[in-house]
């Protein structure tokens, strides 16, 4: 059998401490809905809208972890992974909320966690990816500041249970998607469009995060907090003023929003202005309580965005299509580059410390399993060229610390649905029978050698 070191390098090279792992969210992975306890979430009622996602797709059943994680974890092994990053679903922890702690749901986390540590494997908690309980929206939603305090509420009920094993936490996933997405366009849960709300939304969250930090650290000592944001690569589509400014402008309303008050700058003063009246008073506070300090920043990225000026919508912005760039399945360009781009300029532009990646990965119309294999040339090379960049990186002194593939297995990927695959292992719904395929087999062999490795690096066992 061909071992790693068979195998040239093709992109950097990483330190030995480097955090190798893969990432998931509770809703697009656990099925179980309505197990043990566990209250409606948004996702819940939203996927069963009609109209809402891709062929009616819910998380009913995804990929049934909730009762095949002894599976999944020996998955993880198998893929060598040294950290897993996945999240908890708050309403099998508070059905309503708020009020009324549901054992069953926390005993889950438990023994996912125990199982996690046994096999070696450090967990990553994110406390939400997306799935607030639907009575809170009923109460307002994240539009609505006591959801706050229901979320400070929530992080104490989780990190008393789990703190003395998990030191990772992750307060948030993804704000401007749960503001943006979820208030503004509505393609996401609760599928509301509202500008108004969508600011005020992005108020609540920022001041849950920071009001969540201390709790954090009471209740699981030595604990490393962080908050993970996906972060936009921003290009101008021309070198003409107008579309540089446009890009100024797409980078405050995707970057800086959150960027600027979670580094103690508060808002920032161009979008404050552009957002006019839409922007609901920042209570007095809000903004030292959102720049409590943190031990890392996650990094979302996936794909770069070319801005231009546009003379409609309040932004004045117009996306564009990548020069010159392959699309994913998601359409979305592929540009490793940006990578780099992004992380020179998050350690250039704010006193940030330390950083990780938490999600970076990609959807491909992946063959069903054939003899066992599933072949994926196309991930292989979108890992490769975006590891090569992470080290690159590094190599100019970025405190890159850890990189978590997004996925570790395909799973409900929102309003698309099961149609979108972005798992290193392959997941046939029907059966639930789980293939890792070749960008798994890959990535094992990139963990063990700490270095990218040419695609043909696809050892299997
Ligand atoms: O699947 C999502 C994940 O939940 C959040 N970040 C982006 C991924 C791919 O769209």
Redesign the pocket.
């Known amino acids: 059998m061909a071992q790693h070191g068979d195998h040239p390098t093709v992109g950097g090279v990483f330190p030995a401490a480097f955090l190798w792992g893969a ?1 998931t ?1 509770a809703y ?1 992975i656990e099925g179980a809905v309505r197990e043990d306890g566990r209250g409606e979430s948004i996702w819940d009622r939203f996927s069963h809208t009609p109209g809402k996602t891709h062929k009616g797709d819910t998380g009913d059943i995804a990929c049934d972890h909730y009762h095949r994680w002894p599976e999944d974890i020996r998955l993880m092994r198998e893929l060598n992974l040294k950290a897993y990053r996945f999240s908890i679903a708050w309403p099998r922890i508070l059905p309503r909320g708020r009020g009324g702690v549901n054992e069953r749901g926390l005993a889950f986390y438990d023994r996912l966690v125990d199982g996690l540590l046994a096999a070696d494997i450090t967990p990553w908690v994110t406390l939400y ?2 799935d607030l309980p639907q009575p809170l929206e009923d109460a307002g939603g994240w539009p609505n500041r006591s959801t706050a305090d229901a979320f400070v509420e929530y992080v104490n009920i989780v990190s008393r249970r789990l703190g003395d094993r998990v030191k990772n936490w992750i307060t948030l ?2 704000p401007w ?1 749960v503001a943006f997405l979820g208030y503004l366009t509505g393609e996401h849960a609760p599928g509301r469009r509202d500008l108004r709300a969508a600011l005020a939304a992005t108020r609540t969250l920022l001041a849950a995060h920071g009001r969540a930090v201390p709790v954090l650290r009471a209740n699981s000592a030595g604990a490393r907090v962080g908050i993970t944001l ?1 972060l936009a690569a921003v290009y101008p589509a021309s070198d003409s003023p107008v579309d540089r400014e446009a890009a100024h402008r797409y980078d405050g309303f995707f970057n800086r929003w959150f960027l600027d008050p979670l580094y103690g700058r508060g808002y920032p003063a161009d979008m404050v202005a552009l957002y006019g009246d839409n922007l609901p008073p920042v209570p007095a506070g809000d903004i030292e309580v959102a720049a409590a300090p943190i031990d890392f920043l996650g990094v ?1 990225y ?1 794909s770069p965005s070319a801005v231009r000026h546009e003379p409609s919508g309040p932004l004045q912005v117009g996306v564009v299509p990548f020069p010159d760039a392959e699309v994913t399945a ?1 359409g979305w360009p592929v540009y490793p580059r940006g990578l780099f781009d992004l992380l020179l300029r998050l350690h250039r532009d704010y006193p940030i410390g330390a950083l990780y990646i938490t ?1 970076n ?1 990609a ?1 491909y119309d992946d063959p069903p399993p054939a003899n066992g294999r599933v072949p994926d040339p196309r991930r292989i090379a979108y890992y490769a060229g975006h590891l090569t960049e992470a080290a690159r990186a590094i190599a100019e002194g970025v405190p890159l610390h850890g990189y978590f593939a ?2 570790l297995m395909d ?1 409900f ?2 309003a ?1 649905g099961y149609s ?1 695959r ?1 798992g290193l292992v392959y997941v046939d719904y029907p059966t639930q029978q789980r293939t890792i395929k070749d960008s798994g087999y890959w990535y094992r062999e990139v963990i063990a050698a700490g270095r990218v490795l040419s695609p043909e690096a696809v050892v299997r066992s």
């Open positions: 990432a969210a697009q990816h997306w996933n993804e998607c996906n979302n996936y998601m999600e990965g959807a997004w996925s799973n990927e929102w698309h979108k972005f």
